[in-house]
């Protein structure tokens, strides 16, 4: 098994594909998957410091599209959930989403609750281009804020 792995690790830490694979962590971060992309974020910056709005803007892309990817896994489970899910908390909170509308994905940045969030919002058929819209603003926000205090933190 190492043996095939450890070439695969040696081609993604190239700087050439720095961004590749930034763009895969951050997809695959937005999904429910429990992985964070913002230490591969920080790593390619601080071994290529000139790459920073590029690395941003990739990484907010890759972000914003697991979160899409998060819309249509709710959109489609949106039948399945509806027969198992009728307690009092669960649609105070979806009452609650629904009156927010698309905005609620601005808060798709949030830890723990961002991606779930994004879901939900498929889930309840919320508008697909203006959640994907609110998304897209909130990680970038997100990134560009992370990442300027790290670097800020730990300049060398």
Same mark, same amino acid.
């Given at each position: 098994?190492?043996?095939?792995?450890?070439? $695969?690790?040696?081609?993604?830490?190239?700087?050439? +594909? #720095? @961004?590749?694979? !930034?763009?895969?962590?951050? &997809?695959?971060? %937005?999904?429910? $998957?429990?992985?964070?992309?913002?230490?591969?974020? +920080? #790593? @390619?910056?601080? !071994?290529?410091?000139?790459? &920073?709005?590029? %690395?941003?803007?990739?990484?907010?892309?890759?972000?914003?599209?697991?979160?899409?990817?998060?819309?249509?896994?709710?959109?489609?489970?949106?039948?399945?959930?509806?027969?198992?899910?009728?307690?009092?908390?669960?649609?105070?909170?979806?009452?609650?989403?629904?009156?927010?509308?698309?905005?609620?994905?601005?808060?798709?940045?949030?830890?723990?609750?961002?991606?779930?969030?994004?879901?939900?919002?498929?889930?309840?058929?919320?508008?697909?281009?203006?959640?994907?819209?609110?998304?897209?603003?909130?990680?970038?926000?997100?990134?560009?804020?992370?990442?300027?205090?790290?670097?800020?933190?730990?300049?060398?």
């Amino acid at each position: 098994m190492q043996a095939w792995m450890e070439p $695969l690790l040696a081609l993604l830490a190239l700087p050439r +594909f #720095g @961004l590749s694979t !930034l763009f895969v962590a951050a &997809f695959i971060s %937005a999904t429910l $998957l429990p992985i964070g992309s913002e230490p591969a974020l +920080f #790593g @390619l910056l601080k !071994l290529n410091p000139e790459l &920073f709005w590029p %690395a941003i803007a990739v990484a907010t892309l890759g972000n914003t599209l697991g979160g899409m990817v998060d819309w249509w896994m709710g959109y489609g489970a949106h039948q399945v959930a509806d027969k198992y899910h009728r307690s009092r908390m669960h649609l105070k909170a979806l009452d609650y989403l629904q009156r927010l509308g698309p905005k609620a994905c601005l808060l798709s940045w949030l830890p723990i609750v961002g991606d779930p969030l994004c879901a939900v919002a498929g889930w309840l058929r919320l508008p697909f281009w203006p959640c994907a819209g609110y998304m897209l603003v909130g990680k970038f926000l997100r990134y560009l804020c992370m990442t300027t205090v790290l670097l800020w933190m730990f300049p060398r």
